[in-house]
């Protein structure tokens, strides 16, 4: 279930990557504080608006862009809901009031932005798709990574037994207290209860993809607390903050 996710640098960007996801035709990563120009609360490589100047965000976006070598980078803004959006990559970002993006063009990097929060890829190299969901509590309640399983046999005919997917650092369960569980979780998930309050959400969501179809040995979760790990922006750790990214693309080598 966990790995040890690499470390490794990116045209100066120091990133992460999956072990498992490096297929042929696919290129990702999960970005850090590391790297970039923000200041403040922000420093670092922060990649949301929130809280920073405009002009270093665009600047945090198109260091990442370039360091993966890619044509676009797109993103949507994220609402805590379940809708997902097939893009070209001549969209304007931000595409849509989204949190899920799915492709089947090369060049394309669909970014997720997270403090806390899970990006979960899914991938299908062979078949040229890919999609980048982001899934907090709230989107693993809506049962989010099977809405993405589901949407890309729909809309690209893929099989969920064809994909690989990745659960990207995020709030562990050392660290996801919910004390209003009883009206924000179903009762169902007191299986997930690791102590009182707290819940394991990487194991629901591994449930809901092998749930889905997605082969279990095709699935890895980093294991990377981003409240615990100081190199991670954290809205649970440092509320007013930066945001950090997992993008995946499609290289249009052949797989
Ligand atoms: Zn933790």
């Known amino acids: 279930m966990f790995s040890a996710m690499r470390k490794l640098t990116l045209h100066n960007l120091p990133v992460l990557e999956f072990p498992s996801l490096a297929l042929p035709g696919l290129i990702h990563c999960v970005t850090t504080k590391a790297g970039g120009v923000s200041l403040g609360v922000c420093q670092g490589l922060n990649l949301g608006h929130g ?14 862009r370039r360091a993966l070598g890619l044509e676009r980078l797109v993103w949507a803004r994220q609402v805590h809901g379940v809708q997902i959006m097939a893009v070209n990559g001549r969209e304007t970002a931000p595409v849509a009031e989204a949190d899920g993006l799915a492709t089947d063009r090369p060049g394309v990097g669909l970014l997720i932005k997270q403090a806390d929060c899970q990006a979960v890829v899914l991938a299908a190299p062979e078949r040229g798709v890919i999609a980048n969901l982001h899934v907090g509590w709230r ?3 809506a049962n989010m990574p099977a809405v993405g399983v589901r949407f890309l046999k729909e809309r690209y005919g893929v099989e969920p037994g064809e994909l690989w997917a990745a659960v990207s650092p995020s709030l562990g369960p050392c660290c996801a207290e919910f004390v209003n569980h009883a009206s924000e979780l179903p009762p169902e998930w007191g299986v997930y209860a690791v ?15 092998t749930a889905a179809g997605v082969p279990p040995q095709r699935i890895e979760t980093s294991g990377i607390c981003t409240k615990c790990n100081p190199n991670f922006y954290s809205y649970r750790r440092e509320g007013a903050t930066g945001r950090f990214g997992t993008v995946v693309a499609l290289t249009g080598e052949a797989a």
């Not at 809280?51 to 990442?64: G, I, T």
């Not at 102590?195 to 993809?209: A, G, I, K, M, N």
Request: aromatic share 10%; charged share 25%.
């Open 195 to 209: 102590r009182p309050d707290h819940f394991d959400l990487w194991q629901v969501t591994w449930d809901q993809l």
């Open 51 to 64: 809280h920073d100047r405009p002009e270093a965000v665009s600047q945090n976006l198109e260091l990442l």
């Open 139 to 141: 989107g693993n309640v």
